[in-house]
């Protein structure tokens, strides 16, 4: 089991609060996702089913009490931010145009 042992930290930036991931919850994050995954109750072919969300909240509650992330203010966020550095280091192993990278 996961223990949450770093406080995360927001910080001000001109669009409002930002909230700064620590390691132990980035690692909660995708260990919640792969097992929501391997469930089966929410996926939907290439997607998560509407609601998914919510129930990656209610499992990461039970992992990091003290963290509290929110499915719509933190995750959505968090998970968006994943699947984009994800692309890029799939696109430099991977990729037609990686220029010999791999």
Not at 10 to 26: A, H, L, Y
Not at 28 to 44: E, K, R
Not at 82 to 100: E, F, Q, T
């Amino acid at each position: 089991m996961l223990s949450f042992s770093q406080s995360s930290v927001s910080f001000q930036n001109s669009r409002g609060t930002k909230r700064k991931w620590v390691p132990e919850e980035d690692v909660a994050l995708v260990a919640c996702i792969v097992d929501l995954y391997n469930v089966g109750t929410y996926n939907a072919d290439t997607r998560f089913k509407t609601g998914y969300l919510n129930e990656l909240e209610r499992m990461l509650e039970k992992v990091l009490p003290h963290a509290i992330l929110k499915a719509k203010l933190n995750l959505e966020s968090m998970i968006r931010t994943l699947k984009r550095d994800w692309a890029i280091v799939y696109d430099m192993l991977r990729g037609k145009d990686n220029s010999g990278f791999g």
